[in-house]
């Protein structure tokens, strides 16, 4: 996502950084790239018109113009301009002090609310809660079908009463059902149009105002740019939303509707779809997504991506072992596993500092890691504990069980032997230090 935004930026940033002293016109020259560069990623013009205002005034004042590192400090106002026009902090959704809390999605057609409605629903479960998901899309009959499909796969109740009732009467109904089975959070999907109407819009202010919701939250696709802000703006003037899941960041968006939502219709983005799978949700954070933008990366996203895949005693073990050179094969066999339940390597070496935009045209071939895998599977046990007995003879068994050449087997062993050697000079580092020694 963002990609072409990001290097678009800096390659604004890229000339003030040549230059020691800077000027003003050096200032608004760099500007104006930026301002093409925003508009080009499809942020509302009326957007950019005032960030760029509110830069410039930060930006060319004196004392700027006068540090010793200019460029740095221009970039940085960016930064943090970028993080208030999203919004500032996060913001999680609003639980009610005594529950069931209410959550009304709304939506166009094929925004992802029904897909959303069950990624919600899998993390409230996660976080211990007991959600339920209501059926109150009547006008697609296969919208009932899909959320009870969806609810099966995260494991969640649905409550659904067919296409012949009014929605109203189903939220009603839903709202009692939940307290008799005890269900604390209720996702409550609407029906969605593929244009908004005033039908539409009337059914769902009833809804809303039967249902009292804590969260009313619009589900709109990043996909469409600007429409997918004019549609917020729309859905706030007539029913009033509390925030905004935006979903298909892992298309491939501009990011135009990340960066507008909040200032055109003052509420937050509160999380990001970012797959098709259950689990592609992430809470929306305007600093860390200032930083992807920036291609300063998101490290924070990384670690608790990671902490999600690997318990903290594992990973600390893991930490443990390897600094003392005892890691092997079977360590390295869960390491990799872990990594790869994170996602797409690619998606997650995105979020290093400095690798997005150099990522664009490289292809992470995720056939290689079966590769690996297919030949640390074929070692015994044995060897994957001590790789120190893998001579040539059980080299040779290892490729041929594996079904790789014999040289990508030396090479594996290779590397691991690099590794390990590497780390075990991190190791004795890391004593060194802790007792006070000095680097030799
Ligand atoms: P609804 O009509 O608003 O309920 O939309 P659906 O939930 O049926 O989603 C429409 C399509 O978008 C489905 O094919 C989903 O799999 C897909 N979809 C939903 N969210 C995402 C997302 O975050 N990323 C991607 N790539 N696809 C998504």
Known sequence: MFESLQERLQEAFKRLRGKGKLTESDVTEALREVRLALLEADVNFKVVKSFIARVKERAVGQEVLETLNPAQMVIKIVYEELVTLMGGANVGLTMADRPPTIIMLCGLQGAGKTTHAAKLALRLKKEGKKPLLVAA??????????????????????????????????????????????????????????????????????????????????????????????????????????????TKLDGDTRGGAALSVREVTGRPIKFVGVGEKLDALEPFHPDRMASRILGMGDVLTLIEKAQEQVDRKQAEEMTRKMLKAQFDFEDFLEQMRAMRRMGPLQDILKLLPGVGAQLKDINIDEKELKHIEAMILSMTPKERRNPDIINVRRRERIAKGSGRPIAEVHRLIKQFEQARKMMKQLGGLEKMMKRGGKMP
């Open 137 to 246: 899309d009547v006008y697609r009959p296969a919208a009932i079908k899909q959320l009870q499909v969806l609810g099966e796969q995260v494991g969640v109740p649905v409550y659904a009463e067919g296409d012949q009732v009014s929605p109203v009467d189903i939220a009603q109904r839903a709202f009692d059902y939940a307290a008799q089975e005890r269900r604390d959070v209720i996702i409550v999907d609407t029906a969605g149009r593929l244009t908004i109407d005033e039908e539409l819009m009337e059914e769902l202010r009833q809804i809303k105002e039967r249902l009292k919701p804590h969260d009313t939250l619009l589900v709109i696709d990043a996909m469409i740019g600007q429409d997918a802000v004019t549609t917020a703006e729309h859905f706030h003037g007539k029913l009033g939303i509390d925030g905004v899941i935006l």
